[in-house]
């Protein structure tokens, strides 16, 4: 905080609503891309000033000037402080999966700036199903598969949304880390349901291979597997990105325990 900036909002020539996001970091999976996607599901009235853990020394530097920090779990001793000194009010959100978590990202801008983004979710809409027209049967088989998310709170938060509320899928287990101090633990606590699909990170492959289920890698870390291409995990590209690994996992595994996805 102390190599940020104070700016006067009144002496600012930004014309947009200035939004810090903080919650990401380096090793967050599809970060960049993420961020990539959010500036567009967020233009043109809006203007992401800075992304703390991202970001270059020489946006850090102004995020003393922005109307509004969004916090995605991570970051919440940051945002306080940067009220403290700055002014800039905060609000803590999930991460926002699917259009149900960019919609709580929009109404909280419509409720704070006045802001439509009406254009804009009829486009997401529009180009979501133009991009998922051709697995509609396999979104189809996927209703009702009981599932696991583990993850850090805001991320297990807002798979756990996404999957319910967008595929119909039922949470069986929602294990977020900060609840759990070792591995051990989840593993008691997710056993103890009847899962058909975990939503985790490479940390989980274990967990996967004794219940002979997929497993979706979407949290941090991900060391097993290698995207070479974008890979983000937020809007239109993003669903795209977690249906295409969860389709894949699906045709791998379904031999070990396929009763579940016939």
Not at 56 to 84: P, S
Not at 127 to 149: F, I, M, N, T, W
Not at 234 to 242: L, W
């Amino acid at each position: 905080i102390e190599l940020m900036e104070d700016h006067d909002h009144a002496d600012n020539d930004r014309k947009k609503i200035g939004v810090n996001l903080l919650g990401f970091g380096q090793d967050t999976p599809g970060a960049e891309a993420d961020i990539r996607e959010l500036k567009y599901l967020l233009a043109p009235d809006v203007e992401i000033v800075c992304v703390p853990g991202i970001s270059n020394y020489d946006r850090l530097k102004y995020a003393g000037g922005a109307d509004l920090n969004i916090v995605l779990g991570r970051g919440k001793k940051l945002a306080i402080e940067m009220e403290r000194k700055f002014g800039i009010p905060w609000v803590s959100v999930d991460h926002p999966f699917g259009l149900v978590g960019i919609r709580k990202i929009w109404d909280l801008l419509h409720s704070r700036f006045s802001l439509s983004f009406e254009q804009q979710e009829l486009r997401f809409i529009h180009d979501s199903e133009k991009r998922l027209r051709r697995v509609y049967s396999y979104l189809q088989s996927l209703y009702g598969v009981p599932c696991a998310v583990i993850g850090t709170e805001a991320r297990c938060a807002g798979l756990a949304s996404f999957l319910s509320n967008e595929l119909g899928m039922e949470i069986e287990f929602c294990g977020c880390r900060e609840e759990y101090d070792s591995a051990e633990k989840i593993e008691d606590a997710l056993f103890k349901h009847e899962i058909g699909m975990i939503f985790g990170s490479s940390f989980e492959t274990e967990f996967a291979e004794k219940l002979g289920i997929p497993l979706v890698r979407c949290e941090y870390p991900i060391f097993d597997r290698m995207h070479l291409r974008e890979h983000p995990y937020i809007g239109v590209e993003g669903t795209v990105s977690i249906l295409e690994d969860m389709i894949n996992e699906v045709h791998i595994a379904r031999h070990l325990n396929g009763e579940l996805f016939l």
